[in-house]
């Protein structure tokens, strides 16, 4: 994104108020970031509405992926940016989903991500998926992983997070992972959060969790919703990511762009990680069965 600043403006003051701004973000007093329940309850409503439309979705006899219900001029676009190599990543809310529901307290980032996985199979993309335990040495932001429990295709997974945008954060999150495969050639899958709490002092004697909703709270809840397909040219895997952070005060509208822009970014580097993780670990794996 470019950001264009027109003649007349004041930069040396314009630097300073966005300064000002950040320094606010960063020592908010822990009050102001408080999770209230009309806040939880707000976030699953929306939740409903959600995983309501994608049940939907995914009844359709014509139709799979989620792009295939967006606007053809907003589909035409992602898959162009995706046959070319690159990563789509769309704001559904800007694009209408639950455009006017409001969130007292809070905000709802809904993001839309799709990437493909040139050669690959739908079977070997999702078993290398399923290998929780090494999901730290692929995504970025994984500083830990541990599968905890799995049954059949109910999977309970353990976390570490960082999250890095002005200030690094850390977090201890578990999740609930469910896998329903649709037809042959096609997967889908929801991943839940069931507990996330932000690190104090990560890595230092003093590490310890802070009170659930009484942190930073820039991230709250995590859901996200994958879809794959296997095609011609590779598996087309696609993820909604929708996660709740705190309000942001009127006093720092000049960063709100910044704080929504996180779980953007974290989207794109998850699919990212996806795609070049797969393709290291089969050019590995053949090697090693060449004997190489």
Known sequence: MTVRIKSGVNRPLLSILLLLSILLLCNLPVSAAQLKQKTVVSWNEYIRHTEERISRELESDTDFLAADFLKKRDSDSCEEIVQSGGICVL????????????????????????????GARIEAVTSWIQDYDRHHEFYDDVEESRLISREGDFIQIFLRLKRKKIITVHYNTNHDVHYYPQEAGKLYSSSVSTRIREIESPGTPDEREKPEGKDNGFLWRLNSYWRYQQTPQGVLVECESVSLSRDVPALLFMIEGIVDSTAREALQYTLGNLRDGFASSSKEMTSIAEGR
Do not use: Q, S
Request: glycine share 14%; charged share 20%; proline share 7%.
């Open 91 to 118: 704001n559904l809310r800007e694009l209408g989903e639950n455009a006017e529901f409001e969130v007292p307290g809070g905000r709802i980032h809904h993001w839309l991500g799709t990437a493909l996985i040139p």
